[in-house]
């Protein structure tokens, strides 16, 4: 749901509200003559309030504030006569889902906090970021796991400290124009952490980000293909600000897997939409499985973060086998 559509539901909801309480009070009035008659007589009041706005002049301000207290003595009275009668005194209030916007969605000009509330939460859920992914952030990514050991130009930890400040300073950085990455690496070396950390900063500005594995995308493209599903649902890996595609290579490949890769990169590029995709295929993996156009694709458009070290899942679980 877009923020529009956010505000829609909220003032539908007010206004089912509001006519529910309408159902209340009439029953009120049906059941108990007093409220019937206090009722009449607040009418007249507000009636009596507009006309001293239309026709007082010097007199206006002592005016309404006497037909002010004769219009909180009534509600005084009703609510007593509710109560009398076994009814809570607000019971024909309105009662709306949000106390502070009464569902109106804004306070003064703002946003109220439950429209900003759900967008978020939206967002999240619409992003594909499952409770798994939802504990991987910036915070929490430990570069201490990463070999610091000199046997190359880097070390891993070297290389992966800047690998971790570049997607830092890419989520921190990013707008509808943020550049393409390519994280290569093998299995358990942080790159869906690092991806759903980007994903997630990303989402917070706002922006609509979709977190996908490749596999699943394909699926979607396959089953608007065969009918099974509605093509809007696949509009989201175009439309969206940010596309993350998650493990490419995994997928089960056919040549139409790679049409729809090669159609879905380009339009992004096109475009200008960023996209991040992970994969644990080599360059030339990479070029073998699907073709030149989309390698060198990938190779132009993308900047290429290559991650180092050891599965990091593996030096985990043997972190807390007993010695
Ligand atoms: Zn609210």
């Known amino acids: 749901m877009d923020i529009n559509e956010i505000l829609q539901k909220k003032l539908d909801s007010r206004i089912s509200a509001i006519k529910a309480a309408d159902i209340r009070s009439e029953q009120l009035r049906r059941e108990i ?188 493209y396959e089953a608007v293909r065969f009918g099974k599903d509605n093509r809007e649902n696949i509009k989201k890996y175009e439309s969206c600000s940010l596309l993350i595609i998650d493990d490419l290579g995994a997928e089960c490949m056919t040549q139409y897997t790679v049409a729809v890769f090669s159609s879905l990169l380009n339009w992004r590029i096109v475009n200008s939409k960023p996209t991040i995709i992970s994969t644990n295929f080599t360059p030339q993996q990479i070029k073998k499985s699907y073709g030149d156009r989309i390698y060198s694709r990938l190779l132009g458009e993308f900047k290429i973060m290559r991650f180092s070290g050891e599965d990091i899942r593996l030096i985990k679980i043997s972190e807390t086998k007993p010695e």
């Open 33 to 220: 003559p007093a409220v019937a008659e206090i009722d009449t007589s607040l009418r007249a009041v507000s009636l009596k309030i507009m006309d001293a706005a239309i026709n007082g002049k010097e007199e206006l301000i002592e005016k309404i504030i006497s037909v002010k207290n004769e219009n909180d003595n009534l509600l005084l009275k009703r609510a007593s006569v509710l109560e009398q009668n076994g009814y809570s005194a607000d019971y024909d209030s309105p009662k709306f889902s949000c106390k502070l916007c009464s569902d109106s969605g804004y306070i003064e000009l703002n946003f109220c906090e439950c429209v900003k509330k759900s967008f978020n939460t939206d967002q999240y859920t619409g992003s594909g970021l499952g409770k798994a992914l939802y504990n991987k952030d910036f915070n929490n990514f430990s570069l201490k796991y990463y070999n610091s050991k000199n046997n190359s130009e880097f070390t891993a930890r070297e290389n992966m400290t800047m690998i971790f400040n570049d997607c830092k300073r890419y989520s921190q950085r990013f707008s509808p124009s943020s550049d393409n990455i390519l994280m290569i690496g093998g299995t358990g070396l942080g790159k869906t952490h690092l991806s759903a950390a980007i994903a997630k900063e990303v989402l917070s500005k706002g922006y609509l980000v979709i977190y996908d594995s490749a596999q699943s995308i394909f699926d979607g």
